[in-house]
């Protein structure tokens, strides 16, 4: 069974640091590209950064480039999103993403998300 399990969200103030965490199981993790998406009520869910699953080639929305950073550890199954000098506008449930395309399709795993509030 495929298991994606976010933690690490809550409430911080504005300037102030969080690392998320998500836990992968039930798949081959090395496999697959990893990638941290969020919404913010009323609006679309966004791809906030995502890593190949080779590890090393990333890429990051603009809003975030410098401040976050995403990692992974294959050993662990566990990707990894430091969040530095949040503001207000990161406030957002948190999503971890799996995909790997197959032969025939494409794979793709969702956690069920993580409350980050940047607020005073």
């Known amino acids: 069974q495929v298991q994606l399990v976010e933690s690490g969200g809550g409430l911080v103030q504005p300037g102030g640091s969080l690392r998320l965490s998500c836990a992968a199981s039930?798949?081959?993790?090395?496999?697959?590209?990893m990638s941290w998406y969020r919404q913010a009520p009323g609006k679309e869910r966004e791809l906030v950064a995502a890593?190949?699953?080779?590890?090393?080639?990333?890429n990051y929305a603009d809003s975030v480039k410098g401040r976050f950073t995403i990692s992974r550890d294959n050993a662990k199954n566990t990707v990894y999103l430091q969040m530095n000098s949040l503001a207000p506008e990161d406030t957002a449930v948190y999503y971890c993403?799996?995909?790997?395309?197959?032969?025939?399709?494409?794979?793709?795993?969702w956690g069920q998300g993580t409350q980050v509030t940047v607020s005073s």
């Open positions: 993403n799996a995909r790997a395309k197959g032969v025939l399709k494409v794979y793709d795993y």
């Open positions: 039930g798949f081959t993790f090395s496999s697959y590209a």
């Open positions: 890593m190949r699953s080779a590890g090393g080639s990333t």
